[in-house]
């Protein structure tokens, strides 16, 4: 399903996506599954739709705790999707650097950012670890 259809997903990039949420641009809380977060990657599927990862954490599949990635699809408007989740509170993790280039890229002007850490460019929001979540 997910390489076949209007919205789908390169055979290459599927095989990339766990690279790919390793060193994401963006990484949002669900606004609609507690303990869940959607990623931001610098993939688009074959309509040119920038690629998203829903990731649910610490569910208990067949009696073993896993953060299970539960869809990944290209995102139509992800302009929208961004500035609603940024407005709502929901961002909570940007690569500066990858977040700049990929704006551009697409014409979008993102909200200037502060506390950046200048060692990696990077910005984590509300205590979010991510290192802890994919245990890197």
């Known amino acids: 399903k997910i390489t076949g259809g209007s919205h789908a997903i390169a055979l290459d990039v599927i095989k990339d996506i766990p690279a790919a949420m390793a ?11 507690k303990n869940a977060f959607v990623i931001l990657t ?6 040119g739709d920038a690629v998203i ?5 610490n569910k ?9 990635v539960a869809s990944i699809y290209g995102k139509e408007k992800i302009e929208n999707f961004i500035q609603n989740q940024i407005a709502a509170g929901n961002l909570k993790y940007i690569n500066k650097n990858k977040s700049q280039a990929w704006s551009q890229s697409r014409g979008l002007q993102l909200p200037k950012l502060a506390d950046t850490n200048p060692d990696n460019n990077i910005i ?3 205590n979010i670890n991510y290192k802890l979540i994919f245990k890197l």
């Not at 610098?42 to 309509?47: G, L, P």
């Not at 208990?60 to 299970?68: G, P, Q, T």
């Open 23 to 33: 060193v994401p641009i963006m990484i949002f809380k669900s606004d609609t599954v």
């Open 42 to 47: 610098e993939h688009n599927d074959k309509s």
């Open 53 to 57: 990862v829903a990731l649910h954490l």
């Open 60 to 68: 208990e599949e067949k009696h073993i705790r896993v953060n299970r």
């Open 124 to 126: 984590l929001y509300k």
